[in-house]
Nanobody, 127 residues
């Protein structure tokens, strides 16, 4: 099982980025994939999740209306479109696979329920 994030970068406040999470080594459609982020000196926190079986999504309140998670099952890739970025969004962003097969995203999005973490991609938003 491997997840590889890409698409991070440096933007000004109000800008946008699209992150990608390329998956391999398992049946992509059978699992939910989550995005998490970790800012310097802070705990890793959940951002969003998508169930690849039915496309259902979950967002934390701080990103609702600004971030959109999507999935391309043909490419085994999950995307995180981020709009209206602000400095508080600065973090390393990680994707991970939900531990349980054939289940939708858990509520709440608990970090310990996810596995096979990618290496992360840095997002920096300047004011």
């Amino acid at each position: 099982v491997q997840l590889v994030e890409s698409g991070g970068g440096s933007v000004q406040a109000g800008g946008s980025l699209r992150l990608s999470c390329a998956a391999s080594g398992f049946t992509f459609e059978d699992y939910a994939i989550g995005w998490f982020r970790q800012a310097p000196g802070k705990e890793r926190e959940a951002v969003s999740c998508i169930s690849n079986s039915d496309g259902s999504t979950v967002y934390v309140d701080s990103v609702k209306g600004r971030f959109t998670i999507s999935s391309d099952n043909a490419k085994n890739t999950v995307y995180l479109q981020m709009l209206s970025l602000n400095p508080e969004d600065t973090a390393v962003y990680y994707c991970a696979r939900y531990y349980y097969r054939d289940y939708d995203c858990p509520l709440p999005l608990v970090r310990s329920l996810f596995e096979s973490w990618g290496q992360g991609t840095q997002v920096t938003v300047s004011s």
